[in-house]
């Protein structure tokens, strides 16, 4: 195989250079520094990968780069150097600028701009998407409104939304997610900035929405020749898309380097954890063993034909008819025997979480069977019981959430976060709630001290242990994980993986484990479920779908997935799958 050919950087490419740059917050109690001594050279038609742990200073140093760090934090030193702001030659260190000056918001959006991670947050729910785009341009544009919506259309159609003279006028709640992603790119490159900056924008996205972006975005550089820092977690990108790496390790830069370089020759020690931890996830847990040898008599649960439809809602004062319901889930049969990892994998809207949810009847479905085989108790089918008579099979039925974070009650403290199912079935003793906590905590790796903190004195991957330890607190016989290691970083992930196979293992509980993520998919799971709009359209051991898969749909969701080396890129054929090229 041969290596990515580097681009031979010239002196005139320089776009943006940071120079020493620190950006520190202070709290008053203490003082963080967020990004110490960056050094960054951004070149014009070179994609520059900035990777690194959550807490590593990435999106700070991209907000420092803008001048727009939120508060208490500010640049306390260095520069930001802007080559050719506007028509000129001039070079302007934007890190000396006033943040609310005219002259740095002049630089925003027509020199640099930015893609955010979460395009729902940073569009105005109540302004249509033309409205906004129109809006950036004619910031920074002499031109009427109707030159302005022309070329908002020329845009929309450039990041491939379909029928742009239309999508113009909706609201960015009528987009899918991939959707509003490419509107956000739009508005990005409306006025042809020199320099964007994407914070993490496809982490959110299933993988063939994130390979559509990720095209997009290179083709796009072509187009225009600007310079892309993009900021990302996931390795299997980097290889994919960048010409230069910049590794960050909290707040400092610890390696940077042409991508050959960083990923077949990495020097620092955090960096070659964090590609162990990539190439990890590319083969089987070493803790999954062999998948259960059971018979059918061995089955936990039974899932038959099982549908679940939303009603659509009409707008307020529409007269057009109501439409027809959503249909969720159509038909969908699966058995799970005991003590087996099952996965559910898909993209966004598939039906995945919806189904998680029937399972546990947090959602009532429309039609089918659910049926349920505890190791005391007589078979019951929980989609024909009443919701009162559903809440004692909790106790063997839990559930872990995607975002550690919003599951926890930041009000309550650790021990009472995971006492409170011990309480409400009926343990109360003090002193034995205490040393039951303690040895949960220890067997998700924290110590026992920790149940005296708040969940937001935690990270992230100490968080979603803590919910761990809560979800098997009553000993469950099954649980359902939607989307439990999505929110990590990729250096936790393995941990995790391993920490669930493990607990697994020892009570002999059955997973189903939900994800768009197929490492992580092949890594945790005895077999695999592929969805797709509803229905499963694949369903068998890990190894033999992830590597013969037999629908053209999972051979689509599979060849849409970024290998984590970069002599693969441009060799690894998309296989499209027929909706998805007519939508």
């Known amino acids: 195989m041969t290596s990515v050919p580097p681009m031979p950087p010239q002196a005139n490419d320089v776009v943006v250079e940071v120079k020493d740059l620190s950006t520190w917050f202070d709290t008053g109690k203490q003082v963080i520094k967020a990004v110490e001594s960056l050094n960054l050279t951004l070149r ?7 990777v690194g742990e959550s807490g590593s200073g990435k999106s700070i140093t991209a907000r420092s780069i803008l001048n727009i760090v939120p508060k208490p934090g500010r640049i306390m030193k260095g520069q930001v150097l802007l080559h050719g702001a506007g028509t000129g030659r001039d070079v302007i260190d934007l890190a000396a600028l006033d943040p609310k000056g005219r002259q740095i918001r002049s630089v925003r959006g027509r020199d640099i701009s930015m893609i955010f991670q979460e395009p729902m947050s940073s569009l105005s729910p109540v302004h249509t998407i033309g409205q906004q785009i129109m809006e950036t341009i004619q ?41 509003r992603q490419r509107a956000m790119t739009a508005m990005a490159l409306i006025c042809e900035p020199k320099l964007v900056i994407a ?79 990539v190439r990890a996830l590319e083969r089987r847990s070493h803790r999954a063993g062999p998948a259960p040898k059971l018979s059918n008599d061995d089955a936990i649960l039974e899932v038959s034909n099982v549908s679940m439809n939303f009603e659509a809602r009409r707008r307020f004062f529409s007269r057009t008819p109501k ?69 004692p099979y909790w106790r063997k039925m839990r559930m872990i959430f995607q975002d550690p974070f919003s599951s926890l009650n930041p009000r309550m403290t650790v021990f009472q976060v995971i006492a409170e199912p011990l309480l409400n ?20 790796g924290l110590p026992r001290e920790a149940m005296w903190r708040y969940p937001h004195a935690f990270s992230g991957g100490q968080r979603q242990r803590i919910g761990i330890a809560r979800t098997i607190a009553l000993r469950p016989e099954l649980i359902v994980a939607d989307e439990a290691t999505s929110a990590l970083d990729v250096s936790l992930r393995a941990h995790m993986l391993d920490l669930l196979l493990g607990l697994c293992r020892e009570f002999d509980m059955s997973f189903i484990f939900i994800g768009h993520d197929i490492g992580v998919i092949r890594y945790m799971c005895d077999r695999v479920a592929v ?3 509803g229905r499963i359209v694949e369903i068998g051991d890990t190894d033999t779908v992830c590597d013969r898969p037999s629908h053209a749909y999972t051979r689509s969701l599979i060849s849409a997935i970024p290998k984590p080396d970069p002599r693969l890129r441009g060799k690894t054929q998309r296989i499209r799958y027929a909706s998805e090229v007519e939508g």
């Open 44 to 50: 014009r038609g070179r994609t520059h990968c900035i």
């Open 139 to 179: 910031l920074h544009r002499r031109i009427g409104k109707k030159e302005a919506r022309e070329r908002a259309i020329e845009v929309l159609a450039q990041v491939k939304i379909p029928r742009p003279e239309r999508s113009i006028d909706a609201y960015p709640f009528e987009f899918s997610g991939g959707m």
């Open 199 to 277: 914070d993490e924008p496809t982490t959110a996205l299933d993988v063939t929405t994130q390979a559509e972006i990720l095209d997009l975005m290179k083709g796009l550089q072509q187009r225009h020749g600007m310079a892309l820092m993009f900021i990302t977690h996931d390795m299997g990108v980097v290889a994919e898309i960048a010409d230069d790496v910049t590794v960050m390790y909290m707040g400092e830069v610890v390696e940077h380097g042409p991508v050959n370089d960083i990923f077949f020759a990495p020097k620092h020690p955090y960096t070659q954890r964090l590609l162990a931890s």
């Open 323 to 391: 439409e027809p319901p959503v249909k969720a889930l159509d038909d969908v049969s699966f058995t799970l025997k005991r003590g087996e990892v099952l996965g559910i994998v898909g993209e966004s809207g598939s039906g995945k979480t919806t189904l998680g949810r029937c399972v546990l009847r947090v959602l009532d479905p429309s039609s089918g069977r659910i049926v349920f085989k505890g190791r005391d108790a007589e078979p019951v089918d929980l989609a024909a019981l009443p919701k009162s008579a559903v809440k």
């Open 425 to 444: 079935h009926g343990m109360t003793d003090r002193r034995a709630l205490e040393t039951e906590v303690a040895g949960l905590l220890e067997r998700v």
């Open 531 to 533: 969805m797709h709009r």
